[in-house]
């Protein structure tokens, strides 16, 4: 009785073929960040809003003397549009994956994950320095026209140091939006519990708390961004160690930590 030939099923030897240089990774989500609809209007609209709070700034000026304004000031009010809307779009890099079902392509073209995210990380701090720049420069704009306007001499008051930390202060929002969009994967949850997190606490509840109880004060900037990094948003930093321990406690709570979960999330999700 003869035995029976095994029949051998064909396979694939992928261990020699070259892995998606990052750079492309990098390129490809940066295009895909402002080449749809959403996001192109995104950015449309923070320019616009760029330009009417300047608009607007200037114009506060011209109707009343006593106002005059200095670059710190001014590069303040033009970064709030950047921090109002741009965050929806390190969320939606994470979020659309999984809900416009891109997944799918996106990790079977890069099946290691985690260089896809560390590439979306990347665009994200890109997106972030470059927004945080662009409205310093309308700052920077705004304070020569106010001081044109107004007559008097601009004031430029914005250091290195609160420059870095302006910067510092936008990467960490915008990180903490992308790491949000990896928990949740859901684009309505993610925005949600970010803006609740990072504008609607702060402003309802922990400065209600900050204005009238001294615990408060103590408590507060160990578990929010915004008061841990206030001493470093003024031309007169306060560079204490314990305020630089607030700042690390507050981005390890919002930042590291939701970022490990989501890139443990990330990990096991399953797509469909």
């Known amino acids: 009785m003869s035995a029976v030939a095994a ?3 064909p396979t694939i030897d992928i261990d020699s073929t070259e892995q998606v240089p990052f750079g ?3 390129s490809v989500e940066l295009r895909k960040m402002w080449d749809t609809r959403a996001g192109m209007w995104l950015l449309i609209v923070t320019g616009a809003l760029l330009a009417l709070a300047l608009g607007i700034t200037l114009l506060v000026v011209a109707l009343n003397d006593d106002v005059q304004l200095s670059s710190t000031g001014l590069s303040q009010v033009m970064i709030a549009p950047v ?4 965050p929806v779009l390190a969320i939606t890099s994470i979020t659309s994956e999984w809900s416009q079902r891109t997944g799918l392509v996106s990790f079977t073209l890069e099946p290691h994950r985690m260089r896809v995210i560390a590439a979306k990380l990347v665009t994200v701090v890109i997106l972030a320095i470059v927004t ?3 409205a310093i420069g309308f700052g920077a704009i705004g304070t020569v026209l106010a001081a044109a306007i107004s007559g008097n001499d601009p004031v430029w008051n914005l250091g290195v140091g609160q420059l870095a930390w302006l910067i510092v202060n936008q990467l960490a929002y915008f990180v903490m939006a992308f790491v949000f969009g990896l928990v949740f994967l859901s684009t309505p949850a993610a925005i949600a519990v970010y803006y609740i997190i990072a504008m609607l606490l702060p402003f309802m509840v922990y400065g209600t708390l900050y204005a009238f109880f001294d615990w408060a004060q103590n408590v507060i900037p160990w578990v929010d961004l915004g008061f841990a990094m206030a001493p ?7 560079t204490s160690a314990t305020t630089l321990m607030q700042v690390v406690v507050a981005v390890l709570l919002w930042v ?4 490990v979960i ?7 999700a399953e797509l469909k």
Do not use: C, F, N
């Open 7 to 9: 029949h051998h099923q």
């Open 24 to 26: 492309r990774l990098v």
């Open 83 to 86: 921090s109002l809307l741009v």
């Open 132 to 134: 945080i720049l662009l």
């Open 232 to 238: 470093y948003m003024t031309p007169e930093m306060d």
């Open 256 to 259: 590291v930590l939701p970022g």
């Open 262 to 268: 989501g890139m443990r999330r990330v990990k096991r």
